[in-house]
């Protein structure tokens, strides 16, 4: 069993910055793509910005140039770096692991508003 601890979500005003990260842990053997996903009420759950084992980085073009996805391979953890945030960055946002299967954590609130 794999378990994903996000952490780093909270309320910011328009333009603030927020560190999200996620840690994976239990039987693990290889993790390949990490990535970042976000949710509203009554939407579909959309990616953000995924990363592969080898670094290749992928982002949606609503937060490119704003988001940064990195990963530290020995600790088993995916970072999410937003900086400019927006209120219509407003949600959940749930990071994912590829692994034996693919994981998903339980969430973190993120609230843009002034």
């Known amino acids: 069993q794999v378990q994903l601890v996000e952490s780093g979500g909270g309320l910011v005003q328009p333009g603030g910055s927020l560190r999200l990260s996620c840690a994976a842990s239990?039987?693990?053997?290889?993790?390949?793509?990490m990535g970042w996903y976000r949710q509203n009420p009554g939407k579909q759950r959309e990616p953000v910005a995924t990363?592969?084992?080898?670094?290749?980085?992928n982002y949606a073009d609503s937060v490119k140039g704003r988001f940064t996805i990195s990963r530290d391979n020995v600790k088993n953890t995916v970072y999410l770096q937003m900086n400019s945030l927006k209120p219509e960055d407003t949600a959940v946002y749930y990071c994912?692991?590829?692994?034996?299967?693919?994981?998903w954590g339980r969430g973190t609130q993120v609230t843009v508003s002034s």
């Open positions: 239990g039987s693990i053997f290889s993790i390949g793509t």
């Open positions: 994912s692991v590829a692994s034996q299967a693919t994981y």
């Open positions: 990363i592969t084992r080898g670094g290749s980085t």
